[in-house]
């Protein structure tokens, strides 16, 4: 069992930067990809990037445009995610996730998909206003 925490949602101005957490915690070791998905109003939960159990790989979606940063820290059992230069359309709740078993995906490529992970957080709610 993995237990998955967001934090550092919030309220804030179009332009401003915000960073995001995930505290994980229970069976999680260093050989659980981390990812974060976003659910924006009227879209369905898309990815935004995830650091990888190989060799710590960090992967994002097409949703960053430059503007997200995503880092781990193992020793913490933590992931983070920055965002700079938030936009209006950012607004939407972040959540983070992890695959049900350890070293996985076996492929890169599977952790842009929904059905790669199995542990969710409850979420963290952003709302980008102008």
């Known amino acids: 069992q993995v237990q998955l925490v967001e934090s550092g949602g919030g309220f804030v101005q179009a332009g401003d930067s915000l960073t995001l957490t995930c505290t994980a915690s229970?069976?999680?070791?260093?050989?659980?990809?981390m990812a974060w998905f976003r659910q924006t109003p009227g879209k369905e939960r898309e990815f935004v990037g995830a650091?990888?159990?190989?060799?710590?790989?960090?992967h994002y979606g097409d949703t960053r445009e430059g503007r997200f940063t995503i880092s781990r820290d193992n020793a913490k059992n933590t992931l983070s995610l920055q965002i700079n230069k938030l936009k209006i359309e950012d607004t939407g709740v972040y959540y983070c996730?992890?695959?049900?078993?350890?070293?996985?995906?076996?492929?890169?490529?599977?952790?842009?998909?929904?059905?790669?992970?199995?542990?969710w957080g409850q979420g963290t709610q952003v709302t980008v206003s102008s």
């Open positions: 650091v990888s159990w190989i060799g710590g790989a960090v």
């Open positions: 229970g069976s999680i070791s260093n050989g659980y990809s």
């Open positions: 996730t992890t695959p049900k078993d350890p070293w996985s995906p076996s492929s890169p490529s599977s952790h842009w998909r929904l059905s790669t992970y199995f542990y």
